[in-house]
């Protein structure tokens, strides 16, 4: 955790700074919708009511963030909780109209850059791909390749043992190996 | 799917270590805050300044009630309260149970202690 963030986090402690918190909450934003809306296949609008709840989370249990793992970590942690939960209220799978929103929800919303054609195509497999794994397995690859997390932060983010997301990341691997069988080369 | 008849040779998928590439070049992009944070804080519970602002303001109202109402009852006002006081104290020390009269004004005092000392402690921790 860099020390301008502890900074933060210190001053929303001892005076209740809000715009210390609105700093926080603006540095970390984007990489925890991102996360939330490719668990939830891209559903915008839950995944910010879940990054929201996420913060207001946060700010209520700040005290209790010791820094044993980045600032960062820990708010996917809970976010991660938070959709879990949601989730289980919710028991309903979600439902995808298309490729076009998997592409989109593996891309985190939107493919910026045009690219040859093969690559879109391959990045939209790529996107399928992802939404066929389960829950567990799409967070441990998201955590691991896409927000940069060793196993043990990402372990540690799920809430699991060390072996167990080592296996998601590994069976999640197979899957997609699988399903993208048909990119590899003759 | 869109699996290519003749995939591109740049990206010879499913090697792991190819896979591993395109999983982390598929990051999402940066999402635009548009309003997040403003929505976030607007969602915070009230400030805990705000609240501590207000227990300080009703403990204030407290003692100035207090004495408010020693003055009334007093009469003559606060010294004339506290020689009252003192003398139903006294009456108490001779209560014919020995020990008992002496134990209720020990325990009266003991409650006037504790009672300043909480009033201190909340004084400075809203402070």
Redesign the interface.
Known sequence: MNRRETELIARVLANDDRQAFGELVRQHQSALRGFLRRLTGGQQAMADDLAQETFLEAYRSLARFHGESTFGTWLHGIAYNRFRSARRRQRETVEWTGETELANAAAGGEISAPAPSAAVDLQQDLAVALARLSTDEQSAIHLCYMEGLTHEEAAGVMGCPLGTLKTHVLRAKDKLRAVLGAWAPA | ????E???????????AR??Q???E????????GG??Q???A???P???RAEGRRRALLIGAILLGCGEVAVVGGSGVPAFVSALLERLAAWSAFPVPGLGAAGTAGVLACWVLAAAAGGWAWARSR
């Open positions: 799917m869109n699996a290519p003749s995939p591109a040779p740049a990206d010879p998928l499913p090697d792991d896979i591993e395109r999983l982390r598929a990051s999402p992009h940066y999402i635009e805050d997040f944070t929505r976030v804080l969602a915070l519970p400030s805990r300044r």
